[in-house]
């Protein structure tokens, strides 16, 4: 049984101080009519705006090969963002600032003679806008594409040096090389014509608020932290399930990277990190991923027989929706390769050799088409030396045959974010009966104010020159380091037997092998 206690709602800070961008920019966005660009990035600038968080002058350039103009851009952009979910439609109109702001230029990725005309472009724009040359240039284009944009840029004369006044910053989307090789040459080729500092590698997943309040519980409070090591935690679970399959023209994609490429070596190294890491000396960049670093670099590569030993994968058959309509096998998705051993689903069991953690088993899983949406860290604790609530022959007083469950602290990313905490407690009665009961904490109840969107979160820092949510080349090497020992692994073993989980389910059956030799159960992704 679950009983839910109601935690109050938390009071209100006094004073939340403002941060912003202060120096007016340009955004320069590669791809500029793709998903992202619609979906995210308009419509994260017209959020920063409207909160005052952007300064009183700025551009936003678009850059891709459908030519336009930039009022047919800016009219494209406009009729976008009334679709999308906005916090304050009403202030859309097509004289916002944000929408005005719009710019476009046609040009290909790899011509250096559209480089010449996008910097004489913008040089104009800074002029009339009275912009003093500090640029972000966002790379939401395909990744064969990041090496190339970034040389360009640097043979077009578009990046500042550390003496100038002014500021080149780079975000690059993922992902960041598909293996421990091609990352390491890609990140050779960005810092030939950038320094780190001027390298924004985007996760997005370190913008979204409840991934930031894992280091806020932890740190921030003095109750929790001295559980979090081998001491009194069990096992750690870090769960991603998506319902969603390939929709049509993501499988072209996602056949050439799979769940662990897509989600394990992010976003879900990311969580692993802020879950297992110390705390950091400082709140700054420098000091937070020193210390994901180092969580990152206590994962021992896998042996192929590790990985045939520690991982799972599998493919989804078809099969019905939760409304009964049929939904294709991973296999017939548009975009999917005959024969494919292209994983939609992944769950690893992982072990963070250091001081901390050793011993404790970290149990990942990720997929598609699994039974909800959902992502959440969950710790279970060790259970109590002994069980004194047991039924005995000297006390009919306690009628437990089995012992209470171990408690569990739930921080849940997405969807009804917060975090919950079960314990045991004493049923009401003249004997002792013990339930399972949780304290739930959820943002929606607690917070009035809105979650800013992940992007909007990471745009304001690239603009304000934070990467502390940004990944640094060492991380992206230590993570794909751990990974491509997978992708080795797999690449040696024997075909999986797919398809081997029906949609909608909580994934392969085969998940359970990991949990042999441990005390840990896979939390059912329907009760999430
Ligand atoms: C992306 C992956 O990085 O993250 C997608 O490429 C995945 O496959 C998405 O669906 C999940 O993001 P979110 O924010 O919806 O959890």
């Keep these: 049984m679950n009983t839910s206690i109601k935690i109050e709602k938390a009071a209100e800070p006094e004073h939340v101080p403002a941060i912003m961008a202060r120096d007016p920019f340009t955004v320069v966005i590669f791809g500029a009519s793709g998903d992202l660009s619609k979906r995210k990035l308009i419509p994260a600038l017209f959020h920063l705006e409207n909160g005052g968080y952007l300064p009183d002058r700025y551009a936003v350039v678009g850059f891709s090969r459908t030519p336009m103009s930039d009022e047919q851009y800016r009219d494209a952009m406009f009729d976008d963002l009334k679709t999308q979910k906005l916090t304050d439609p009403e202030k859309l109109t097509p004289q916002h600032k944000t929408v005005q702001a719009l710019h476009y230029i ?4 790899d011509d250096a003679e559209s480089f010449k005309k996008l910097e004489a472009r913008i040089r104009e724009l800074e002029e009339e806008r009275n912009l003093p040359g500090n640029r972000l240039y966002y790379l939401s284009v395909a990744p064969e594409f990041f ?15 550390r003496h100038d006044k002014t500021w080149s910053r780079v975000i690059i989307e993922k992902p960041f090389g598909r293996d421990l090789q091609s990352a390491r040459d890609l990140n050779t080729a960005v810092t030939e014509a950038l320094s780190e500092n001027q390298i924004y590698r985007i996760d997005h997943y370190l913008g979204k608020e409840t991934v930031q309040n894992i280091l806020s519980f932890r740190f921030a409070n003095s109750i929790f932290e001295p559980l979090f090591n081998q001491k009194y935690v069990d096992n750690i679970q870090i769960t991603v399930a998506e319902t969603l399959g390939m929709e049509g023209r993501r499988g072209a994609y996602y056949d050439t990277a799979g769940a662990l490429r897509d989600m394990v070596q992010n976003h879900m190294l990311q969580l692993l990190c802020l879950t297992a890491m110390e705390p950091p000396s400082a709140l700054d960049a420098t000091a937070i991923r020193d210390e994901k670093v180092k969580v990152l670099r206590s994962l021992e590569p896998f042996t192929p027989d590790e990985v045939a030993a520690y991982t799972v994968r599998g493919q989804y058959t078809a099969g019905k ?6 939904v294709k096998g991973f296999a017939e998705e548009e975009g999917i390769k005959d024969g494919s051993v292209t994983e939609s689903y992944v769950a690893m069991k992982l072990r963070i050799e250091n001081w901390r953690w050793a011993g404790v088993p970290f149990l990942l899983r990720t997929g598609k088409r699994l039974k909800k949406r959902v992502s959440e860290v969950a710790v279970t604790f060790k259970r109590p030396p002994l069980h004194l609530f047991g039924h005995n022959k000297t006390s009919d007083y306690c009628l437990l045959t089995d012992r209470p469950q171990t408690n569990v602290l739930v921080l849940r990313i997405q969807p009804d974010e917060g975090i919950s905490l079960s314990f045991a407690c004493k049923q009401p009665g003249l004997q002792i009966q013990l339930n399972d009961v949780r304290m739930d904490f959820f943002y929606g109840k607690a917070f009035q104010q809105r979650s800013p969107e992940a992007y909007e979160r990471l745009l304001l820092d690239a603009l304000r020159g934070d990467a502390s949510l940004f990944t640094r080349s060492d991380e992206v090497d230590s993570a794909w380091r751990f990974v491509t020992s997978i992708l080795d692994g797999w690449k040696v073993l024997p075909r999986p037997k797919y398809p081997n989980y029906a949609p909608f389910s909580d994934g392969p059956d085969e998940a359970h092998r990991l949990l042999e030799g441990t005390t840990a159960q896979w939390r059912s992704i329907a009760a999430m």
């Excluded at 046609?106 to 990725?109: S, Y």
């Excluded at 929706?321 to 049929?326: L, M, V």
């Design 106 to 109: 046609p040009g290909n990725n």
């Design 147 to 161: 090496a190339t944009i970034v040389k360009r840029l640097k043979e077009a004369g578009m990046i500042r040096g």
């Design 321 to 326: 929706d939760p409304d009964g309509k049929a």
